[in-house]
């Protein structure tokens, strides 16, 4: 593994149904991200994680829920799914703090809620 | 709120020509923005980064500029390539909450 990885690429979900996205890195970086990018919006904050055994809601956190048992990992989870859930959804780690905070981000997972 | 603006939504170019994408932002004060780009299908990849101190930055083909008292940057790509062609976003970090707001893009296109 080299960077950030995501899991699925892609998913195709029924309305209701509980999904976990799964993100991993390995560069050691602390703080990490979850995002969702939708059509014609910039990317919104869902939750984030300091470090590890901490966690923070971001801007649109309603319906999702993350964990940060270590490090490395940091799921996302959608409780039951909704079709507003259809979205673009980054993860990212960052380096650094304050003024020098660089954010790695993974490829995405496009989900579609139906 | 916050706000991060890029102009144009979207640009058109042909190979080899220079472009210039805009971002003004309201966030105050700030610790750093952020030039991302941002391939079809893939995630964002940093450009540049600049504090309040820095005035340019450049990263290749890219250079980045800043104003902070008109709170204004932007991104000039030279001699524009065909790989060129993704969104280009840009990242403002509040110092206070320690977040960062993303402006939508500028979804730029390189023809041959």
Redesign the interface.
């Known amino acids: 593994i080299a960077g950030i990885t995501q899991a699925p690429t892609s998913q195709i979900l029924a309305a209701g149904r509980r999904m976990t996205l799964r993100c991993t890195q390995d560069m050691r970086h602390n703080a990490m991200y979850w995002y969702r990018q939708d059509l014609g919006l910039g990317l919104r904050l869902i939750h984030y994680s300091n470090t590890a055994g901490t966690t923070g809601k971001g801007e649109v956190p309603d319906g999702y829920s993350v964990s940060r048992a270590n490090t490395d990992d940091f799921p996302l989870t959608l409780a039951s799914a909704v079709p507003s859930q259809t979205s673009v959804y980054f993860c990212a780690s960052s380096v650094g703090q304050g003024d020098q905070e660089t954010q790695y981000f993974g490829p995405g997972t496009r989900l579609l809620v139906l | 709120k916050n706000q991060?603006e890029q102009s144009p939504q979207s640009l058109i170019i042909l190979e080899g020509k220079n472009c210039t994408l805009q971002c003004n932002y309201t966030v105050s004060p700030f610790?750093?923005l952020?030039w991302?780009k941002q391939d079809t299908?893939?995630?964002?990849?940093?450009l540049t980064?600049m504090?309040f101190s820095e005035n340019t930055k450049s990263n290749g083909r890219y250079t980045a500029t800043l104003d902070a008292d008109t709170k204004q940057s932007s991104l000039h790509i030279t001699a524009s390539q065909l790989s060129d062609s993704a969104s280009y976003?840009c990242v403002v970090?509040d110092?206070n909450a320690g977040?960062?707001?993303?402006?939508?893009?500028t979804t730029l296109t390189v023809k041959p």
């Open positions: 991060v610790s750093n952020r991302y299908g893939r995630g964002p990849v940093s980064i504090t976003i970090r110092t977040k960062s707001t993303f402006g939508d893009g």
